[in-house]
């Protein structure tokens, strides 16, 4: 069994409630393009990268939560004035970050095994 909750979600309104929710615990969140009916993300690098946060998060503390939240499809990813651009900052994806601290990893980051697992290591 995961030392961690998982939370899928789509889109800013139901990341925000999970956050509210999990509010006082770790929270990690990923940030990747949207998956069609096939389970295929039109975000190449969100897709290289998923195995390796997968493998990353062995390295999370017991009780944290890994919210998987989905951007969208990618004509509203690449509108400017999107949620996650304007509410959250968020502007490349795949994003990992951990709330509470600024480090973030970003696009080919999240392809790197030993910065995945530092940014989940990280108390």
């Not at 503390?61 to 004035?81: L, T």
């Not at 509410?87 to 970003?106: M, S």
Request: charged share 25%; net charge negative; proline share 4%.
């Amino acid at each position: 069994m995961a030392q961690y909750e998982e939370v899928h979600m789509s889109g800013l309104e139901e990341f925000s409630q999970a956050m509210e929710k999990h509010n006082g615990k770790a929270i990690f969140a990923y940030f990747t393009g949207s998956k069609d009916a096939g389970g295929e993300s039109w975000c190449l690098d969100c897709v290289q990268g998923e195995p390796v946060i997968r493998e990353g998060l062995k390295h999370v503390s017991k009780g944290c939560v890994f919210i998987y939240c989905q951007v969208g499809e990618r004509p509203y990813w690449k509108d400017p004035n999107n949620d996650f651009r304007k509410n959250l900052k968020v502007t490349v994806v795949p994003t990992l970050l951990k709330y509470g601290i600024p480090q973030k990893l970003v696009e080919s980051e999240c392809l790197q095994a030993s910065l995945v697992e530092m940014l989940f290591s990280e108390d």
